[in-house]
């Protein structure tokens, strides 16, 4: 049963979405209203970098799977170190929604300067030596921490790799802070009290799942070996994300962004998007490059998606469901790769 702080949010939590009609739960489907239900109880209200995936209902189950598994469960004493690794890679993605709620989290559960330092990416002055090496791994993917085991790597990486793929969705579908909108003075107070409230909420002690058996792990998911429900979340959410991709976007435009992610010379537009794009997607017929240019940006550029490149997918002919679809495979795609390149640096 949700909590009166979760029915409150609720509104406001779904206010936060843009160029996606959101779902409220007294709308919802039921299998969407399940995952509502859940997440309000375990991760203390409806969290809007969850919700905004109700119009893929297969996709908001794998979301918050890989979310749940990464992030909440486990011990409450691990929580600090995961909420670092999240606000450095939000940080890393320029993804301010993301690096103010979970830096506003590390801070309920760390209170000092160093929260505020992760979450401004000065990762560098960090006075705690393990919350630096983390998130100077989750940054930068080398050096590797000197004292992490394989299971404390396996945790490192998965969140790690879950806010890769959430801060893409993130800077496309919601708005810049969980304050937007609200007038000066009480966004400087809820900013005041949300080391508090994120702190308390991330004390809450969220059992791990079961598997029912072990998961075979592809290549690039084999640093999750050493914790069987963050191997069998990412197996899950993974194959669920891919086939979503598969079902809306055309096999060229995959291909493309695959290699893309897989050459070591790309590195993105730099200032220079529109050409950069616009080479990039010189050989698609002219019908896909709208999707191609928007799973691109996805995958290397959220936060320069613009309402055009939304609309021109929607003349294309893709609705709510298929946007999320279609940016979920390229948010993921990204994401698995920067996962290999913590894998690199967790073992090297």
Not at 109 to 131: F, K, S, Y
């Amino acid at each position: 049963m949700a909590t009166l702080l979760a029915r409150g949010a609720r509104r406001l939590s779904l206010r936060h979405i843009r160029r996606l009609t959101a779902v409220p739960p007294s709308a919802a489907p039921p299998r969407v209203r399940a995952v509502y239900d859940q997440v309000e109880t375990e991760f203390g209200m409806l969290a809007p970098p969850v919700a905004l995936h109700a119009a893929a209902p297969e996709v908001l189950d794998a979301v918050w799977l890989m979310l749940r598994e990464t992030l909440l469960a486990g011990r409450p004493g691990d929580r600090a170190e995961k909420e670092a690794v999240a606000a450095a890679v939000s940080a890393a993605n320029s993804c301010p929604y993301c690096t103010e709620v979970h830096g506003a989290a590390l801070a309920g559960l760390r209170p000092g300067a160093d929260a505020r330092l992760i979450a401004g990416g000065r990762v560098e002055e960090v006075r705690d030596p393990r919350l630096r090496s983390l998130a100077r791994w989750a940054r930068d993917g080398r050096p590797p921490p000197p004292d992490v085991g394989p299971s404390g790597r396996a945790a490192a990486i998965g969140v790690a790799v879950t806010f890769h793929y959430l801060n893409r969705m993130v800077n496309i579908f919601l708005e810049d802070s969980p304050l937007a909108g609200a007038p000066a003075v009480p966004r400087a107070v809820g900013r005041r009290a949300a080391p508090r409230l994120f702190g308390r909420l991330a004390r809450t002690r969220v059992v791990p799942g079961r598997p029912a058996t072990t998961p075979h792990l592809p290549g690039d998911l084999t640093w999750a070996a050493p914790i069987a429900s963050i191997g069998d979340a990412m197996v899950r959410a993974c194959a669920a994300i891919e086939a979503a991709g598969a079902a809306v976007l055309p096999g060229a435009v995959r291909d493309l962004v695959e290699a893309r992610l897989d050459d070591p010379r790309e590195c993105g537009p730099g200032l220079g998007l529109r050409p950069w794009a616009d080479a990039a997607l010189r050989d698609l017929p002219e019908e896909q490059r709208a999707v191609g240019r928007l799973a691109l940006l996805a995958a290397y550029a959220s936060s320069r998606v613009a309402d055009a490149d939304i609309a021109a997918v929607r003349a294309a002919g893709l609705g709510d469901g298929a946007l999320v679809r279609l940016t979920a495979w390229a948010s993921m795609a990204a994401a698995r790769r920067a996962g290999r390149v913590l894998s690199a640096g967790g073992t090297g």
